[in-house]
């Protein structure tokens, strides 16, 4: 990590920043969001959002605006070539044409913010066609073709990953860290933190929807399960692990500790096999 801030700020000095487009600047799948990404990310040294793509002009607009952006140096087009255009005489772009992100010759990468599955990957397959790296947030896209898309990636000689921050990420970095201090790993899980109710739908949670800003649906996905499900097989795919069980192994540890956990594991030893039962 301090050789990452190091690098982040020589790039900063030479005036030489990593340029990228994000896809969603709503809500994201984690129940987040996207403006909330591109506002940190406009405090990170060596790091730029040229552009923002999103299906409500408005959102692609506030995203850059909460960022500081002045509105002068907001362009709002449709078009590729107003597009690169505004870029070259340093604004920046919002628009709803996703095509127009793949297509950029400014951008290194394109960050997928955006809860459209469908789009997500229809996105992420043109912007890995057009030799640009992909960071895939959304967890759903992930894990039904994150692995074709790791692969044509590769034929490209460019990057598809998911990102740090969120639990599969987190979970990733800390089994290549234990591997490097010599252990095996034999089991990898996350918390939940809230009781599991695998019943719960969207009209059951509408009041905490209206309190918490995230939509009724995301919230069902993160009581019910799903969410953790996702984020386990995009886990599972990217370390070879392979679920304990169908729906996972679920534990309770009780009232004052997180709500669940789900594990999933590689090598299972005599001693993980009890916790099937």
């Not at 301090?2 to 982040?8: A, D, F, H, Q």
């Not at 034929?155 to 987190?170: H, K, Q």
Request: charged letters at 25%; one cysteine or more; hydrophobic letters at 40%.
């Amino acid at each position: 990590m301090l050789r990452l801030k190091t690098k982040l700020e020589d790039l900063e000095r030479d005036k030489n920043p990593i340029c990228i487009g994000v896809v969603g600047a709503g809500e994201t799948d984690t129940g987040q969001k996207g403006s909330t990404l591109i506002e940190q990310i406009e405090r990170v040294p060596g790091i730029t959002t040229l552009i923002v793509v999103d299906s409500s002009i408005n959102e692609a607009v506030s995203a850059f605006r909460e960022s500081g952006i002045p509105e002068r140096k907001i362009e709002i087009t449709e078009s590729f070539w107003q597009a690169s255009k505004a870029i070259a005489e340093g604004r920046r772009v919002a628009t709803q044409n996703s095509d127009i992100v793949s297509k950029l010759s400014n951008l290194a990468a394109v960050l997928i913010a955006t809860k459209n599955s469908e789009e997500a990957a229809k996105v992420a397959f043109k912007s890995i066609m057009e030799k640009k790296h992909v960071v895939m947030l959304n967890a759903l896209t992930d894990v039904t073709v994150g692995s074709v898309l790791k692969l044509m990636a590769d034929n490209a000689g460019v990057v598809y990953t998911f990102s740090i921050g969120d639990e599969p990420g987190v979970i990733l970095e800390l089994c290549s860290f234990a591997q490097i201090l010599g252990f095996k790993i034999i089991a990898a899980g996350k918390g939940k933190n809230n009781p599991l109710n695998r019943s719960v739908t969207p009209d059951d949670l509408r009041e905490a929807s209206r309190k918490s800003g995230a939509s009724p649906q995301a919230l069902a996905s993160f009581v019910d399960g799903t969410k953790t499900m996702l984020e386990m097989t995009a886990l599972a795919n990217a370390t070879g692990f392979v679920p304990d069980k169908r729906g996972m192994h679920i534990a309770d540890f009780g009232k004052g500790h997180l709500g669940a956990n789900a594990i999933v594991y590689g090598d299972i030893t005599d001693e993980l096999k009890s916790l099937r039962n």
